[in-house]
């Protein structure tokens, strides 16, 4: 099959490059997280990274070359098959640190909650792509996004992972308020969430609900629910303008930060690179998520608009999330930067939703 010239001359460098240099500094991240000095220069978790980030590169581009408006088609499909993945980690899921959320394939530990992500945002899209009714959407035409919201959304906190749930919680009202509400229907769901707060508290685990506790005061308990804030604070805080150099952080290299290659991945940056590197990498996002949003003001269609907004949402708040609870600004919930930090099922997911917000992009010229 002859690949068409236009998906060349209209593809979209701004966001391949940007994603080269996020996974870039994801990859030397991961390094000076797992650098035990020179003796052993290269851990086992680089170069799975480095794998990962070929295999993602691979995906982007393929998906780049897939008609985004066939999604439309697939949509709930893809949502049956992400749903039956989250079931299959309850029944034969591989456990870590007292949570279940991957599923051992033999060379790869699939995380399904990442590929929830992309599904959610495809059967939202999937839902709202027709003009809403005038007046916008009503309360009663939220029953049915809110029960595809609610099925991984309780399998995935059965795992559990608060954050990730969190993710898929906020895409879905991202996406529900820009496809058109009426107002009388944002008030009565401002209230039900409201409501439902207590409910939640309830429901927590108890190590959850100490973190909300430390976020208010880290110090209440400095060596256990305080810990990860005050030990993340600290390498940020040591860094100072310029950071100490590329492998000289001496909060990861002493192992007082806690997930250094994963929640806190930031931190490790922010130490070695000081506040001029964590501008740059802030600044790359800010970019890619400004792209996306431009992609989905100047695209034609409903669907891809709001696709591509699905998209971006993933971004924006995993970034804002992730950065907030390493800066002590939120409670930490468990949520990965995305592309930085190490994770196959993380970064090949992110490769994905970026290969598809090119192919919305490429298309706004062929209709």
Same mark, same amino acid.
């Not at 993710?167 to 496809?179: A, D, M, Q, R």
């Not at 009426?182 to 685990?205: D, F």
């Given at each position: 099959?002859?690949?068409?010239?236009?998906?060349?001359? #209209?593809?979209?460098? %701004?966001?391949?490059? !940007?994603?080269?240099?996020?996974?870039?500094?994801?990859?030397?991240?991961?390094?000076?997280? @797992?650098?035990?000095?020179?003796?052993?220069?290269?851990?086992? *978790?680089?170069?799975?990274?480095?794998?990962?980030?070929?295999?993602?590169?691979?995906?982007?581009?393929?998906?780049?070359?897939?008609?985004?408006?066939?999604?439309?088609?697939? &949509?709930?499909?893809?949502?049956?098959? /992400?749903?039956?993945?989250?079931?299959?980690?309850?029944?034969?899921?591989?456990?870590?640190?007292?949570?279940?959320?991957?599923?051992?394939?033999?060379?790869?530990?699939?995380?399904?909650?990442?590929?929830?992500?992309? &599904?959610?945002?495809?059967?939202?899209?999937?839902?709202?792509?027709?003009?809403?009714?005038?007046?916008?959407?009503?309360?009663?035409?939220?029953?049915?996004? &809110?029960?595809?919201?609610?099925?991984?959304?309780?399998?995935?906190?059965?795992?559990?992972?608060?954050?990730?749930?969190?993710?898929?919680?906020?895409?879905?009202?991202?996406?529900?308020?820009?496809?058109?509400?009426?107002?009388?229907?944002?008030?009565?769901?401002?209230?039900?969430?409201?409501?439902?707060?207590? *409910?939640?508290?309830?429901?927590?685990?108890?190590?959850? #609900?100490?973190?909300?506790?430390?976020?208010?005061?880290?110090?209440?308990?400095?060596?256990?629910?305080?810990?990860?804030?005050?030990?993340?604070?600290?390498?940020?805080?040591?860094?100072?303008?310029?950071?100490?150099? =590329?492998?000289?952080?001496?909060?990861?290299?002493?192992?007082?930060?806690?997930?250094?290659?994963?929640?806190?991945?930031?931190?490790?940056?922010?130490?070695?690179?000081?506040?001029?590197?964590?501008?740059?990498?802030?600044?790359?996002? %800010?970019?890619?998520?400004?792209?996306? /949003?431009?992609?989905?003001?100047?695209?034609?269609?409903?669907?891809?608009?709001?696709?591509?907004?699905?998209?971006?949402?993933?971004? =924006?708040?995993?970034?804002? !999330?992730?950065?907030?609870? &390493? %800066?002590?600004?939120?409670?930490?919930?468990?949520?990965?930067?995305?592309?930085? @930090?190490?994770?196959?099922? @993380?970064?090949?997911?992110?490769?994905?939703?970026?290969?598809?917000? !090119?192919?919305?992009?490429?298309?706004?010229?062929?209709?």
């Amino acid at each position: 099959m002859a690949l068409d010239r236009r998906l060349v001359v #209209r593809f979209d460098w %701004t966001i391949f490059w !940007i994603v080269l240099a996020l996974a870039g500094i994801g990859l030397l991240s991961v390094m000076s997280a @797992s650098y035990r000095g020179p003796h052993k220069p290269i851990d086992p *978790l680089v170069v799975r990274q480095l794998i990962w980030i070929a295999a993602g590169l691979v995906a982007m581009l393929v998906v780049m070359l897939f008609d985004y408006r066939a999604l439309a088609t697939y &949509a709930y499909p893809f949502y049956v098959i /992400a749903v039956a993945l989250l079931i299959a980690v309850e029944v034969i899921g591989h456990s870590t640190g007292g949570s279940r959320r991957w599923i051992n394939l033999g060379f790869f530990h699939l995380e399904p909650s990442e590929l929830a992500k992309l &599904a959610v945002v495809l059967v939202m899209v999937r839902y709202f792509r027709e003009e809403p009714p005038k007046g916008g959407w009503s309360l009663r035409q939220m029953i049915i996004p &809110a029960v595809l919201l609610g099925v991984p959304v309780a399998l995935v906190l059965k795992q559990p992972d608060l954050g990730t749930a969190l993710i898929l919680i906020l895409i879905t009202v991202t996406l529900v308020f820009v496809s058109g509400l009426n107002s009388r229907t944002m008030i009565a769901l401002a209230v039900a969430a409201l409501c439902v707060m207590p *409910l939640g508290w309830h429901y927590m685990k108890p190590y959850q #609900r100490q973190r909300l506790v430390s976020f208010v005061n880290p110090q209440a308990d400095p060596l256990g629910s305080g810990y990860h804030i005050i030990q993340s604070e600290i390498a940020i805080g040591s860094g100072g303008p310029w950071g100490k150099g =590329f492998l000289k952080g001496t909060q990861a290299r002493l192992n007082f930060l806690p997930e250094q290659s994963t929640d806190f991945i930031f931190a490790v940056f922010a130490e070695e690179f000081g506040l001029a590197g964590s501008l740059l990498l802030i600044g790359l996002y %800010t970019i890619l998520i400004a792209r996306g /949003a431009w992609i989905a003001r100047h695209t034609r269609d409903r669907f891809g608009a709001l696709l591509a907004i699905g998209l971006v949402a993933i971004v =924006f708040w995993q970034v804002a !999330i992730n950065i907030g609870m &390493a %800066t002590g600004l939120l409670p930490v919930v468990g949520i990965t930067l995305p592309l930085v @930090s190490y994770g196959g099922s @993380s970064v090949i997911a992110m490769m994905i939703a970026m290969g598809l917000l !090119i192919s919305i992009n490429i298309r706004r010229y062929f209709f």
